[in-house]
C-alpha cells in the first residue's frame, strides 16, 4: 500500500509561482508512474502533468504546457510539481497520484493510489 502526501499549496497572486511536493511511502518508488491531476470547484478532476518512472519523459495537458513542470527524485521518494505564471483558472485542489501501469499517463483510471491533495488558490 502506497501513501501519497502533497504539500505546499496556498494563495498566490495570478502570475506568480507554486512548487508542490508529493512524498511517497509503503512502497517502491521506482515501480511507480506518477502524475499530477487537480480538481477546481463543480468540475471533474482532470490530469495535469505525468512523469514515467525512471523520469526521463514526461507527458503535460495543454493548460500546464509551457507553465508547469514535473521532476522526481527517485532518491527521495518525491515528486514535484513547479507551477509558474499562475492563473486565477488553475485554482483546484491538486492531487498527486501513483500508478503501477506504464500506460495511460493521462487517464486518472490508470493511477491505483491518490494523496489527499493540497488546495492552490491563485488571485487575480
Known amino acids: 500500500q502506497v501513501q501519497l502526501l502533497e504539500s505546499g499549496g496556498g494563495l498566490v497572486q495570478a502570475g506568480g509561482s507554486l512548487r508542490l511536493s508529493c512524498v511517497a511511502s509503503?512502497?517502491?518508488?521506482?515501480?511507480?508512474?506518477m502524475g499530477w491531476f487537480r480538481q477546481a470547484p463543480g468540475k471533474e478532476r482532470e490530469f495535469v502533468v505525468g512523469?514515467?518512472?525512471?523520469?526521463?519523459?514526461?507527458v503535460a495537458s495543454d493548460s500546464a504546457k509551457g507553465r508547469f513542470t514535473i521532476s522526481r527524485d527517485n532518491a527521495k521518494n518525491t515528486v514535484y510539481l513547479q507551477m509558474n505564471s499562475l492563473k486565477p483558472e488553475d485554482t483546484a485542489v491538486y492531487y498527486c497520484?501513483?500508478?503501477?501501469?506504464?500506460w495511460g499517463i493521462g487517464r486518472s483510471t490508470s493511477y491505483d493510489y491518490w494523496g489527499q491533495g493540497t488546495q492552490v488558490t491563485v488571485s487575480s
Open positions: 497520484a501513483a500508478a503501477s501501469s506504464t
Open positions: 509503503g512502497g517502491t518508488f521506482t515501480n511507480y508512474m
Open positions: 512523469i514515467r518512472r525512471s523520469g526521463d519523459s514526461t
